[in-house]
T-cell receptor, first 114, second 113 residues
Framework: DAGITQSPRHKVTETGTPVTLRCHQT?????MYWYRQDPGHGLRLIHY???????DKGEVSDGYSVSRSKTEDFLLTLESATSSQTSVYFCAIRSPAGGDAEQFFGPGTRLTVL | KNEVEQSPQNLTAQEGEFITINCSYSVGISALHWLQQHPGGGIVSLFMLSSGKKKHGRLIATINIQEKHSSLHITASHPRDSAVYIC???????????????FGKGTHLIIQP
């Protein structure tokens, strides 16, 4: 299994509070992604990173920010959590191989915003 | 906008049956992925393909680039195959390939003993 972990695995928070989710990899892969998974929508891309300090927005980036100060860590921050951000969040990594390559997913973080 | 459609949404079958899950997409792609997710579990990559056919054990994935269509087949299905199967594509316009995947909504498969 690819060395990718997420923390916390479960979190319950209140509307308006800041929340940070962490994705940590031991594979030294260049590309990292944050997705959210919701019933009826499938997985959707929030933000991605193509290197240290290099990030870009995905399909559903509103209300989220990210940071990548080290190759191994990709942080997702909800500045002021809302109930619509209740979801399961998955981090993924991809090797820098030429052409396309498999994505490996973390175990997910279940976030509930009350 | 790229759309990824899977069918069926739900499928219940008896152990031993041959299973087919379909995926159609609307734009040119550089690769198509099939993923598996068990209830409450993580997401595992089954196949990545850009042409032809791949086989791994009882699983077979095919793709027809001209028709923008892929199928995932399971032979001699078993209750442990019960999971959500997800199709995902990387659009060809993603350039260097850093963009993430676009996903279908998944097919919920239940194999009854």
């Amino acid at each position: 299994d690819a060395g990718i972990t997420q923390s916390p695995r479960h979190k319950v928070t209140e509307t308006g509070t800041p929340v940070t989710l962490r994705c940590h990899q031991t594979e030294n892969h260049r590309y990292m992604y944050w997705y959210r998974q919701d019933p009826g929508h499938g997985l959707r891309l929030i933000h991605y990173s193509y290197g240290v300090k290099d990030t870009d927005k995905g399909e559903v980036s509103d209300g989220y920010s990210v940071s990548r100060s080290k190759t191994e860590d990709f942080l997702l921050t909800l500045e002021s959590a809302t109930s619509s951000q209740t979801s399961v969040y998955f981090c993924a990594i991809r090797s820098p191989a030429g052409g396309d390559a498999e994505q490996f997913f973390g175990p997910g973080t279940r976030l509930t915003v009350l | 906008k790229n759309e990824v459609e899977q069918s069926p949404q739900n499928l219940t079958a008896q152990e031993g049956e041959f299973i087919t899950i379909n995926c159609s997409y609307s734009v040119g792609i550089s690769a198509l992925h099939w993923l598996q997710q068990h209830p409450g579990g993580g997401i595992v990559s089954l196949f990545m393909l850009s042409s032809g056919k791949k086989k791994h054990g009882r699983l077979i994935a095919t793709i027809n680039i001209q028709e923008k269509h892929s199928s995932l087949h399971i032979t001699a299905s078993h209750p442990r195959d019960s999971a959500v199967y997800i199709c995902a594509v990387r659009p060809a316009y993603s350039g260097g390939g850093a963009d993430g995947l676009t996903f279908g909504k998944g097919t919920h498969l239940i194999i009854q003993p």
